[in-house]
């Protein structure tokens, strides 16, 4: 398949348009090769995911987290050394950070939620004119360190947990990866507990004045779900050959 129409297909699933005021730059980002077979799918861009990528022989790695955020950069020093092992390889380039977040279906929140059984879920988490996350109920009420239990089977990581509210919860918010600062949103609509990737210190007081307890799994884990759900839409719809590739960072 041509690049070109693949990097189309993945813009519109991703609605990429609709995300400009993300510090990320989504869609394609280095363009290496025009014809695409192999994709391999990834959370963050590194030399060690480049080079696992290169080694299955892909054509196209896309991504959660990738190169370039907050406007142009200078290819210098590791930047550089990243752009440089992609062109010499062939091996483009694709991110998608906010778009994946909040894709109502295949976003790394809805893909969480569903995996642990929350009902009635609605958008969650406004960041500028964007909401990127999600939120809902469980069917019924469950302790906090049951919850975190599960998400460990589930993600394979075992959360960190903030103990802010009641025990018993039943009203979920779920931001991942940095979310922890949507605790005090998650508090003033009401619900008891918020999942997302890791901690903050800022996010401590607020939470604990709202009785917002945080369930902090793991920045990598709770985002490798959005690019597993998009690989799976690739394989199915596209027919192209896909692959996972796992750099765990244990954070």
Not at 13 to 35: H, P, T, Y
Not at 83 to 111: F, R
Request: aromatic letters at 6%; a positive charge; hydrophobic letters at 40%.
């Amino acid at each position: 398949m041509k690049l070109k129409k693949l990097t189309e297909f993945l813009n519109e699933i991703l609605s990429i348009d609709k995300f400009r005021s993300d510090s990320s730059l989504n869609g394609l980002q280095v363009e290496a090769s025009d014809d695409t077979k192999r994709v391999a799918f990834a959370v963050d861009v590194s030399q060690k995911a480049i080079k696992k990528a290169v080694k299955w022989n892909a054509d196209l790695l896309v991504v959660h987290h990738g190169l370039f955020w907050d406007g142009p950069a200078p290819l210098t020093g590791v930047l550089a050394r990243r752009v440089k092992l992609l062109l010499e390889n062939g091996l483009s380039l694709y991110a998608a950070h906010l778009p994946l977040d909040a894709h109502p279906e295949i976003g790394n929140g809805a893909q969480l939620a569903k995996l642990i059984g929350l009902e009635q879920t609605v958008p969650f988490g406004k960041y500028k004119n964007l909401l990127i996350g999600t939120a809902g109920s469980l069917k019924r009420k469950t302790t906090v360190d049951s919850l975190s239990r599960k998400i460990a089977r589930l993600l394979g990581h075992r959360p960190k947990i903030i103990k802010n509210g009641p025990e018993n919860i039943k009203r979920i918010a779920i931001v991942t990866g940095g979310g922890a600062s949507f605790a005090e949103e998650a508090g003033e609509k009401g619900y008891q507990a918020l999942i997302t990737g890791e901690p903050s210190h800022a996010s401590y007081h607020p939470a604990l004045e709202l009785g917002v307890s945080i369930i902090c799994a793991g920045h990598y884990a709770t985002e490798t779900l959005g690019v597993k759900a998009l690989k799976e839409i690739v394989e199915d719809e596209l027919g192209l050959e896909c692959r996972f590739i796992d750099v765990p960072t244990g954070l």
